[in-house]
């Protein structure tokens, strides 16, 4: 069967940008030349439409393009036509800015893997082999993305991870003062370093990088947050890239209230705090997760009226435990066998992740 795969980029709304009639006779041409024929009509025939929207006094656009793919080998490269015409309008100044968020729209997109795997391999070749991920919104709508990893699932539902909510206090102190003096660490990174600590709370160093070491930097930092960072240099910073995290990631990685995103292999999902409360329902005493085990209903009851983790008001509430395993069942945390509930096959893998759109991405590494 062939796949019609709808596709909407949004772009930074901007004060200065006006949709004249040379910007729409030039972006019709270059339409054209990016025009894929469906036998459709409108949007989905193959030639891409451009819209406006007014965002507070400025203006955004939005395109919107169908491609239509007979043969899964041809998916990819239908694709990756639309992405290249949507790089090229941002460089070519026919949109309002640069690219906010793309959305793709195909039937049953969370579960079709194998055409997945073609929009990131269309992403990866339309933007100099970025990696993406995908926002599940509904079951047909994904939004793409990248992500930040953090740690595995069951690494923050036990925290003992590198991440540990006993330095949240720390991090809100120096996050607080770098914001407060802007200009006075405006030539300097600042990150933090986690070190695992064996049976222990994990040890954390705050580190500066920049051009050259300055004691002025670290007298500051620790007068006011009795926090001295230790200086890394360019080189050695890069070499070690990965054993240094942003203030912000570790922010979000080490919280114990709110939701979390969670990668399940290619697609991100939110996680809300009471779907969190009833996954602790299938791990042990020493929360260990009991991965294969099949839970009935009345057990998994009997466990959530003790379970510290949900909230006392919801504890005796089958309707609670109802509302809740069905969102877990329809987003693939949980299955549903003969015998009872389980966690899903690969439940050890997930990760705990931040979800971003493609604009805020790009602001983060900027």
């Not at 959305?103 to 391999?121: G, M, Q, T, W």
């Amino acid at each position: 069967m062939p796949t019609v795969f709808d596709i909407i980029a949004h772009f930074e709304p901007s004060a200065h940008f006006q949709y004249s009639r040379k910007v729409r006779n030039e972006f019709s041409a270059l339409a054209r030349r990016h025009a894929k024929v469906t036998w459709m009509l409108g949007r989905y025939g193959g030639t891409a439409q451009m819209q406006t929207d007014i965002q507070g006094i400025g203006v955004a656009t939005r395109m919107e393009v169908g491609r239509l793919a007979f043969r899964t080998s041809s998916q990819a490269a239908l694709i990756q036509s639309a992405f290249e015409l949507f790089e090229t309008c941002q460089e070519q100044g026919l949109a309002s800015g640069r690219i906010d968020r793309i959305l793709v729209h195909f039937a049953k997109a969370d579960a079709r893997p194998r055409e997945r795997e073609s929009i990131r391999r269309a992403f990866a070749g339309a933007f100099a082999g970025s990696d993406c991920s995908f926002l599940c919104h509904d079951r047909n709508l994904l939004e793409v993305g990248q992500c930040v990893v953090y740690q595995s699932l069951v690494q923050y539902l036990r925290e003992d991870g590198l991440y540990h909510s006993a330095h949240r206090n720390r991090i809100e102190i120096v996050r607080r003062h770098l914001q407060q003096e802007v200009g006075r660490y405006e030539n300097y990174k600042f990150y933090v370093r986690p070190q695992p600590v064996e049976g222990e709370i994990p040890k954390l160093d705050f580190c500066y990088t920049g051009a050259i070491p300055d004691r002025r930097v670290e007298a500051f930092l620790e007068g006011y947050t009795e926090e001295r960072p230790l200086f890394v240099s360019p080189a050695d910073f890069q070499a070690q890239r990965s054993h240094f995290v942003e203030l912000n990631d570790y922010e979000r990685a080490s919280r114990r209230f709110g939701g979390l995103w969670v990668l399940l292999r290619d697609i991100v999902r939110y996680l809300q705090p009471q779907q969190i409360g009833v996954l602790y329902l299938f791990f042990d005493d020493q929360l260990q997760p009991d991965l294969g085990r099949s839970f009935s209903w009345e057990e998994l009851f009997a466990r959530q009226r003790n379970s510290p983790y949900i909230n006392r008001a919801s504890r005796n509430s089958q309707t609670f435990l109802e509302i809740v395993m069905e969102t877990l069942v329809h987003n693939r945390f949980v299955s549903l066998t003969p015998e009872g509930f389980v966690l899903t096959e690969g439940f050890e893998e997930f990760k705990h992740v931040t979800f971003y759109q493609l604009g805020e991405y790009r602001k983060r590494l900027q």
